[in-house]
């Protein structure tokens, strides 16, 4: 019998490499552990006796239970340690104490397939007085199981109702067994599994949460989302509790998604979902944005308002307010507005971004006084500095560059560079100029984003970039940009109806041209929707100069359209009536960040040509209301003088909803509901 148990332990002393003490390391996963296998190009966290934090990558066979690991990085800071300590996943936040106490990390998201555990999810810690580390879980798994025939998941979260502790930083103890007592008392109460790829639900698509050891006294909440805008909220009022290294399976029901036109006044607004056009007038009272998502999940996001803060009534002040409140910047509003109606799919990316043209209000304001406005300022890399140095490549937070820093961009579009058709703004705009050159160089380099002028005649630069083939009835096509417009005919563009750029940059202040009529102008069409955007095109001073009517051409390429944004918000110099003759718009929107937004002329005009236009502005002064009721237009009557302005169509084009969401707070309740309105 001693040669028996002698020779098994000689067989499995040989089925292990020899390693050298402080070399390589030789990791197995323990026979209960929930892990199958390793996963290729593991990493581990090792502590080599009085060794720190030290990379060791796998250089076995993918899914094994046994094999070697290899120092990627070493790191010795001098701690001496009772033993040696493997934490999987190398997570550089690890540490243990020289009473070999761990100090771990769970992740708030975990990715990847249905049907076993996310990568890098599954912690497991081990302790060896040699190169040999078992390891074993300190974690156990909630699987759920859903029905719903062929809907799909992209993205699954769960919370405990009792505000249960389920990610963040803790602490594991090893007894001499080798066996972990993890404790987590602080850190998130949620947590989320992100499949690599959207999946049908069905049988095997089961999702694995990776937890501490926790009860659900209160039961918990299950949100399920699909990828393109799709969610339901599922709830499990039974108690749960998952011990370590125990797979608790349990079917959470089924799940159903929500039409985004059932919306309730009151409640959030319903996310938009695939086959949907979106186009959002996000409200933060500083100018314009307007954010778009096409029916495969494309974003567009055009302007990223950031006008300098005047908010009082009378000759010196806007008349208009900052959205929540002045604690927060129009591009910290733009960020948290995309953060919670971007789609799944978008990756936390804008697709394009388009800036109109070059003035604060829509592309955010520039002046050294930045601090005034709680503005703040980074160099070159994006790292944050107390004072700006322009020539060295830095830039101020606002507008675009804060919303760009947040949300990496793919594309820009603009009119062109300032001094193609250089506008009065040219000389005072300087620091905004070199601020916007200045963003452009830092996303370029950090996020690759690609800068190109709008293309006038074409709808082949703004196209869907998900699913083409299904939407074939959906386009954007450039209108205008930098002075040059659509002649109408394929993709022929007229060149020379405003001066050249030698000519406008050589008569700037006798010329004196407003930098609006460079804006870029494109229409979009899906279905028999169709919308029009015009920036701040204007057509004031014709009269001396006629080329400063921009709209004039414009009107002579566009035809009927459901509904658009007023450009230039409405005032006196623009909308002209041959242009709105032209459009006929049954809706319109306004984006107001002044008090003379909208004037009574241009509404007249609107009215003239669509007598039973409905009216939405973003906000209105208390003075101009006053101003518009004696005028005959009473400001009662229109369908919304505040908030976010979201103009929803559903698929196919046929018909489409207008919601006002309340701008008070982030949680974007529907004020109101119009429609639906037919598509003529």
């Given amino acids: ?65 046994s094999g070697k690991f290899t120092a990627k990085k070493l790191n010795s800071d001098g701690i001496t340690l009772p033993g040696r300590y493997g ?27 249905p049907g076993k555990p996310g990568r890098g999810s599954a912690v497991m810690v081990a302790s060896s007085s040699d190169n040999n580390l078992e390891f074993k879980d300190i974690c156990g798994a909630l699987v759920l199981r859903f029905t719903g025939g062929e809907e799909t998941i992209s993205r699954v979260t769960i919370s405990g109702l009792g505000n249960e502790v389920l990610t963040g930083k803790g602490t594991v103890s090893i007894d001499a067994d080798g066996n972990p007592s993890p404790k987590f008392t602080s850190g998130g109460s949620t947590v989320s599994f992100k499949c690599t790829n959207i999946v049908e639900i069905g049988a095997g698509k089961e999702i694995w949460f990776m937890m501490p050891p926790v009860t659900f006294s209160n039961g918990l909440s299950v949100k399920v989302e699909n990828g393109y805008g799709k969610e339901c909220e599922l709830s499990i009022s039974t108690p749960v509790s998952v011990a370590r290294g125990e797979i608790k399976h349990i079917t959470a029901g089924e799940v159903k998604y929500s039409s985004p036109d059932k919306a309730t006044v009151g409640e959030p607004l319903p996310l938009w979902q695939e086959g949907w056009l979106d186009i959002h007038s996000i409200n933060g009272g500083r100018g314009e944005s307007f954010y778009y998502i096409f029916p495969d999940g494309t ?45 799944e799919i978008a990756g936390g990316k804008i697709d394009y971004m388009m800036i109109s043209h070059y003035h604060s209000d829509h592309m955010g304001g520039y002046t050294s006084g930045f601090a005034k406005y709680g503005w703040r300022v980074v160099d070159r890399n994006g790292t944050i500095t107390p004072a700006i140095n322009l020539d060295a490549g830095g830039f101020l937070l606002n507008g675009l560059p804060e919303v760009g820093m947040s949300c990496p961009i793919v594309k820009l579009i603009d009119r062109g560079d300032w001094d193609n058709r250089a506008s009065s703004a040219w000389e005072s705009g300087k620091g905004r100029r070199q601020n916007y050159y200045n963003f452009i160089d830092w996303t370029t380099r950090v996020n690759g984003t690609v800068r190109e002028k709008l293309a006038i005649g074409h709808t082949d630069q703004i196209v869907l970039k998900h699913d083409a083939a299904s939407y074939p009835k959906f386009t954007v096509r450039g209108i205008a940009a930098g002075g040059d417009v659509w002649t109408g005919s394929g993709t022929n563009v007229n060149t020379t109806y405003v001066p050249s750029a030698a000519d406008c940059l050589a008569n700037l202040s006798t010329y004196d041209i407003n930098e609006n009529i460079f804006s870029c102008v494109f229409t979009l069409s899906y279905g028999k929707f169709d919308w029009f955007a015009g ?18 051409p414009i009107s002579k390429v566009v035809s009927k359209v459901e509904a658009m944004k007023a450009n230039h918000h409405c005032t006196n110099n623009t909308n002209s009536t041959a242009l709105v003759s032209a459009l006929k718009p049954d809706n319109l929107i306004v984006g107001v960040w002044t008090q003379n937004h909208p004037t009574e002329a241009t509404l007249k005009r609107f009215f003239t040509a669509s007598p039973d236009l409905r009216v939405f502005t973003t906000n209105m002064s208390e003075n101009l209301k006053t101003t518009l009721k004696y005028a005959g237009y009473y400001p009662s009557r229109f369908d919304a003088t505040g908030g976010h302005i979201v103009l929803r169509v559903q698929p196919g084009g046929d018909s489409y909803w207008i919601y006002v969401l309340d701008d008070s707070d982030f949680e974007y309740r529907v004020a109101s509901i119009h429609g639906p309105f037919e598509c003529k």
């Fill in 1 to 65: 019998m001693k040669k028996k148990i002698l020779l098994l332990l000689l067989l499995a002393a040989a089925c292990k490499p020899e390693i050298k003490p402080g070399g390589d390391f030789f990791g197995t996963i323990a026979e209960e552990s929930i892990a199958s296998g390793w996963e290729q190009d593991a990493r581990i966290s090792v502590f080599d006796g009085n060794s720190g934090n030290s990379e060791y990558i796998y250089e076995g066979e993918a899914s094994a239970r």
């Fill in 87 to 113: 934490v999987y996943p190398y997570m550089s936040s690890t540490i243990v104490t020289n009473s070999g106490l761990m100090y771990v990390e769970l992740p708030q998201v975990q990715e990847g397939a």
């Fill in 535 to 552: 920036g701040d095109i204007q057509y004031n001073d014709y009269t001396k100069y006629s080329w400063k009517d921009i709209e004039k």
């Fill in 299 to 343: 974003t567009m996001l055009v302007d990223a308002a950031g006008g300098n803060d005047f908010e009082i009534e009378g000759p010196d002040g806007s008349g208009i307010f900052s959205r929540p409140s002045q604690q927060y910047s129009s591009g910290n509003v733009i960020v948290r507005y995309l953060g919670r109606f971007a789609p």
